[in-house]
DNA sequence: TCTGGGGTCCTAGGACCC
DNA sequence: TCTGGGGTCCTAGGACCC
């Protein structure tokens, strides 16, 4: 039998790394990445970490820590990260058809079969990627996906290892294992590392030995999954499809509270039309759409949250159709004299466009002129940028946009932020 | 003043059917 | 006092991931 083998590429501070590669003078200097709308850290380097910020920190609270330590902070820069990862995908499967891109930053390789020092193997996607990307990176080879996030977690704290961390067959295997907590292993969140710190399981040896029954009853059958993997049981393959989506939202908080029925209505254009455009790109179709309408639960204010949700005739794609049915709800939701800091659109009850029925009475989607136009527009704003070529309800006020005050040019996606090498 | 966004899976319980 | 037994489908809520 042939054993698995899986191998994690990891970006290591993915967004904070794309920055620095850019602009250099960062190096070596604590920088932050903000959330959308600058509200909180999403992503930090190491020198951040170092002075004792974790992720989730609202950056309100880093103010004078900002100015002590000289610390950069960026909004969030997505088309920038988002075309860094495609070149570190685009690197990983030269490599190996058997890819997994699992996130914006992450993915796992079957090293399934594979001869020789994978150590070796490793060092050489690691070096390659940094040379052609500028990007630094870490891999964890074990047996299960699970044990590759563990070995990745320690290649990542052990300055020793250079990046890279193989555990399958380990001599001290079980030590390692004892020097993880239970918080940082794949699978377990805050509340069941809060649950099995309280039955005194803390280490990652701990729970590969703990009793089944009790695993199976208190973190359902994902827990026990997990401690097999831990066991170097394989339990998840990797997937190599990618399943297409059940459902898609689009919501943003607004960079100020909005109070107005008007601006809310644009803001959900925004959002639904974005909504549709992915259901586009992924070749299906739903019939069933939800919005929904809250005031901000920090403030010390009258709460609002609802949503309420309809279903369209037939599936479809159809921008306009969408359109229609959200703001009819937003307006059923909408409420004067609250002041509210997000909306959101939610499309679900997805199916795969060639599955779309056929309907004797009317025609669907695909039977009339809907497909072509939505296929003409979504080329436009493709070639011309997003929202080219958007629905009046969109309006001009903008009332309601977030806040992205700190944002880094966008290097690699747009000519005019190229960045220039003097002579 | 200032606290993100976008997903998935599992389970329990209710509705409804025979 | 006693109060059937399944099956299926749906939904809400809770957990997780990045």
Request: charged fraction near 25%; glycine fraction near 4%.
């Amino acid at each position: 039998m042939v054993r698995d083998k899986f191998a994690l590429v990891d970006c290591n501070n993915f967004y904070a790394s794309c920055e620095r590669v850019f602009n250099p003078a960062l190096e070596h200097k604590p920088i932050g990445i903000l959330s959308n709308n600058d509200g909180i850290i999403v992503a930090l380097s190491n020198e951040l970490k170092a002075l004792g910020v974790s992720r989730g920190t609202p950056v309100f609270k880093l103010k004078e820590l900002i100015k002590k330590h000289d610390i950069r902070i960026f909004s969030s820069n997505y088309s920038l990260y988002g075309d860094m990862s495609a070149r570190v995908m685009k690197i990983l499967a030269y490599y190996t058809p058997d890819l997994e891109i699992y996130s914006i930053d992450e993915a796992f390789l079957s090293l399934r079969g594979m001869a020789g020092n994978m150590t070796a193997y490793a060092d050489q996607i690691r070096n390659r990627i940094r040379q052609w990307t500028g990007l630094p990176v870490s891999i964890g080879i074990g047996p299960s996906k699970t044990l590759a996030k563990i070995a990745n977690h320690v290649a990542k704290r052990n300055q020793r290892l250079k990046g890279v961390f193989d555990i399958s067959d380990h001599p001290r295997f079980n030590e390692i294992l004892a020097a993880v907590d239970v918080k940082h292993i794949w699978g377990i969140g805050p509340q069941y590392a809060k649950l099995l710190h309280r039955n005194g399981i803390n280490n990652a040896l701990q729970l590969t030995n703990a009793p089944r029954d009790w695993i199976r009853r208190k973190l359902t059958i994902m827990g026990l999954r997990t401690v097999m993997e831990l066991r170097g049981v394989s339990c998840l393959e990797l997937e190599l499809i990618t399943e297409p989506k059940k459902e898609i939202v689009s919501s943003r908080s607004f960079g100020n509270p909005v109070t107005k029925l008007q601006d809310l209505r644009e803001a959900t254009t925004a959002y639904c039309t974005r909504a549709v455009e992915k259901l586009r790109e992924e070749k299906q179709a739903a019939s069933q759409i939800m919005v929904y309408l809250t005031t901000n639960r920090f403030r010390n204010e009258r709460q609002y949250a609802n949503f309420q949700s309809t279903r369209l005739p037939l599936p479809s794609a159809y921008t306009p159709e969408f359109l229609q049915a959200s703001l009819k709800l937003l307006d059923y939701l909408y409420r004067p004299g609250y002041k509210y800091k997000k909306v959101g659109v939610m499309i679900s009850d997805i199916i795969p466009e060639s599955q779309l029925p056929l309907d004797f009475f009317q025609p669907t989607y695909l039977d009339d002129r809907r497909k072509a136009i939505m296929n003409c527009v979504d080329s436009i704003n493709q070639k011309m940028g997003m929202n080219m070529l958007a629905y009046a309800s969109i309006g001009n006020s903008l009332n309601w946009q977030m806040k992205r005050e700190m944002l880094s040019p966008h290097y690699t996606t747009r000519w005019e932020h190229l960045p220039l090498v003097k002579a």
